[in-house]
């Protein structure tokens, strides 16, 4: 069976479209930094104590996790994307180099966009897949060209930067706070069936995730599910 491919989609009010890659990484890394620190009021020298070897920490917190994952572009073969004949690696790299920048809607500015990483089916199980976060650190290297000098293969190294909503949190925090993915067919009424039991409470699921408009779900996305 064929090993499905990561696709990287843009979420709010991003203009930029979904895109799946066009080899999938050889491997994938996650990484979280936790904070220890040593009791006492904060700016006050440490005293020393001689009868242990280390102190006493108390957690100070963690930090977001990182996603880091390498990807692989080439098109010595002009391969067909979306009808189109690509001669140069840029037009397809250049879709994750637009995850960097600033995008306009109207007036106003916004920030780069915040996006959704997948890869494979979405499971309440799987923790690190669909992931959440913020491109942080890109680097491409173009490694090969053509007589004119147009660039034919690239390899890229990315960053992602975890934003975690305060309901995803708690989910991975407590064991009975109930979360459900976004199927494909689902409306906030069919959930609302199944997990509450009543296609009437879906103002319940909508007011409880802030959505703007509940007739539009996003398959993958994780819903909180009050508890009844």
């Known amino acids: 069976m064929q090993l499905a491919k990561l696709t990287i989609t843009p979420l709010g009010k991003s203009k930029l479209a979904?895109?799946?890659?066009?080899?999938?990484p050889a491997s994938y890394s996650i990484s979280k930094t936790v904070t220890w620190?040593?009791?006492g009021?904060?700016?006050?020298?440490?005293?020393?104590?001689?009868?242990?070897?280390?102190?006493?920490?108390?957690?100070?917190?963690?930090?977001?996790?990182?996603?880091?994952?390498?990807?692989?572009?080439?098109v010595t073969d002009?391969?067909?994307?979306?009808?189109q004949k690509i001669q140069d690696v840029r037009k397809l790299t250049d879709k994750i180099v637009k995850l960097t920048l600033k995008e306009r809607a109207g007036n106003?500015?916004?920030?780069?966009?915040?996006?959704?990483i997948s890869w494979g089916e979405a499971s309440s199980q799987n923790l690190?897949?669909?992931?959440?976060?913020?491109?942080?650190?890109?680097?491409?290297?173009?490694?090969?060209?053509?007589?004119?000098?147009r660039p034919l293969r690239a390899n890229l190294d990315l960053s992602f930067r975890e934003t975690l909503s305060p309901e995803e949190d708690q989910r991975r925090n407590d064991p009975e706070f109930t979360t459900r993915l976004v199927k494909r067919g689902d409306t906030v009424s069919s959930i609302a069936a199944e997990?509450?039991?009543?296609?009437?409470?879906?103002?319940?699921?909508?007011?409880a995730n802030n959505l703007d408009n509940p007739r539009t779900l996003e398959v993958g996305m994780s819903l909180s599910i009050p508890k009844s």
């Open 18 to 24: 979904p895109f799946t890659v066009l080899f999938n």
């Open 195 to 207: 997990m509450l039991h009543d296609p009437q409470k879906w103002r319940v699921i909508a007011d």
């Open 108 to 116: 106003k500015e916004m920030p780069p966009p915040t996006c959704r």
């Open 128 to 149: 690190d897949f669909p992931f959440v976060g913020v491109l942080q650190n890109l680097k491409q290297d173009f490694t090969l060209f053509d007589s004119s000098g």
């Open 78 to 83: 002009y391969p067909i994307v979306r009808g």
């Open 37 to 39: 620190e040593e009791p």
């Open 41 to 74: 009021p904060k700016g006050a020298k440490r005293k020393s104590n001689v009868k242990f070897n280390a102190p006493k920490l108390e957690f100070g917190g963690g930090q977001s996790r990182q996603l880091t994952f390498k990807l692989f572009f080439d």
